[in-house]
């Protein structure tokens, strides 16, 4: 059978009864858009989540205090509550620790703010000039926190914007207004430029101090609540972090690693870490979707039954003038897979759409990639071969003189 007489038997078959074979298709639309979809929010997240762990810096080193949570030759792990860092830790680092561009200490709480009649609850985060070139931070009004203030413990502080509009009204300027942190009152010096929310908590809503006023008039301590370091390349960050390591083990006194107690992260692994929860987020949500096509693949087995049963006396006829099996199981096995194809192509397209209207409506990141596309279609296809074989395994073997004989 040549290949165009094969796509013109196929076609005329679907479309001599377009309703059931429109219904059919419309199982498979379903089934590939939903995949389509549910791949992209997945992969939209990871996407995001990245994006988000890379504006917090570049080539960042993170060194929490508390405990370590995993053992090793590299302290790696969580945030700790323990005040195990102190300023004196930052400075030695910052000293004897080679392959770094810059080191920022940060004292970070909550606290309630008030200023002229109005108040919000947020992160005060004590820190140091080179805090913006360390965390990317970029301002928008005004002025950041300068060696000057630092060294006089200057009452000042710069704002995010969110933090800016419920303080002062949105899009205010409010340098030179007065705000009150644990009734001790500070002077808006700056308003840093929106970066939007990330897993750490939105960066914009959060107030800056010096961190020699966070802890005289704050926490009235010396310690912080973490050491951001930037390394000068990627290439150096395992060599920066083992030195790190040495450097706080020895300051510490603690002889055995496994006893430290301080954490150190970098962006690999988190990275690393959100990757492989969003994937493993994708392939859940990919596989509940997967269940409308399994049902769509059931709905094309059932209808190529019932066109085997409806067609018995063409095939004994076709079987009677000279038809292989060969040649019966390959038409209904087409049709079988053009019928899944026409579903792939509208529900990819439905997909897109879909996760258009995720993105645009409800405010999701969404990713349509290339390998979601040919993942779709390459399912849509398995799906046509895998419910279309028996159905035309069962036409083919037809004996064609009982096939004849069929009422």
Do not use: C
């Not at 300051?251 to 970098?266: E, G, L, T, V």
């Amino acid at each position: 059978m040549f290949v165009s007489d094969l796509l013109q038997e196929t076609y005329s078959s679907l479309f001599s009864n377009k309703t059931r074979s429109g219904l059919t298709i419309l199982g498979i639309v379903i089934g590939i858009g939903s995949v389509v979809a549910m791949i992209s929010i997945g992969q939209g997240a990871q996407s995001s989540i990245e994006s988000s762990i890379q504006s917090i810096g570049s080539n960042l080193i993170m060194i929490f205090p508390g405990a370590q949570r995993t053992a090793g030759p590299q302290i790696s792990g969580g945030m700790g509550s323990a005040q195990t860092l102190t300023k004196e830790d930052a400075d030695a680092i910052e000293e004897k620790v080679t392959f770094i561009k810059a080191v920022a200490p940060e004292m970070s709480r909550r606290y309630q703010i008030i200023a002229k009649g109005k108040n919000t609850n947020t992160n005060v985060i004590g820190t140091v000039p080179l805090y913006t070139q360390v965390r990317n931070l970029q301002i928008d009004i005004g002025s950041f926190i300068s060696d000057h203030h630092l060294l006089s413990s200057s009452k000042v502080a710069v704002l995010g914007p969110s933090t800016r509009d419920d303080l002062f009204g949105e899009d205010s300027n409010p340098i030179g207004q007065k705000i009150r942190i644990n009734q001790v009152d500070f002077t808006v010096i700056g308003v840093t430029k929106s970066r939007g929310g990330t897993g750490f908590g939105s960066q914009d809503d959060m107030v800056f101090i010096p961190l020699s006023a966070a802890q005289h008039f704050l926490s009235k301590d010396t310690n912080v609540s973490t050491i951001y370091v930037e390394v000068l390349n990627q290439d150096s960050m395992t060599t920066v972090q083992q030195q790190i390591t040495n450097l706080l083990l020895t300051r510490h006194s603690i002889s055995d690693p496994q006893k430290a107690d301080f954490n150190i992260m970098n962006q690999a692994d988190i990275i690393a870490t959100a990757s492989s929860v969003t994937n493993t987020f994708t392939i859940l949500l990919a596989a509940i979707a997967g269940i409308s096509l399994i049902v769509g693949g059931i709905g094309i087995m059932n209808m190529m039954f019932t066109t085997v049963t409806e067609r018995t006396r063409e095939i004994g006829l076709r079987k009677a003038i000279g038809a292989k099996k060969k040649d019966i199981s390959t038409q209904f096995l087409a049709e079988a897979v053009m019928l899944t194809f026409f579903g792939g192509v509208i529900g990819v397209i439905f997909g897109w759409v879909i996760s258009y209207g995720i993105t645009l409506f409800a405010e999701i990141t969404t990713k349509v990639s290339t390998s979601s596309i040919v993942l779709a279609f390459g399912v849509s296809a398995a799906v046509g071969i895998i419910f279309g074989y028996y159905p035309a395994r069962r036409a083919a073997s037809l004996n064609p003189i009982e096939a004849l004989r069929y009422e």
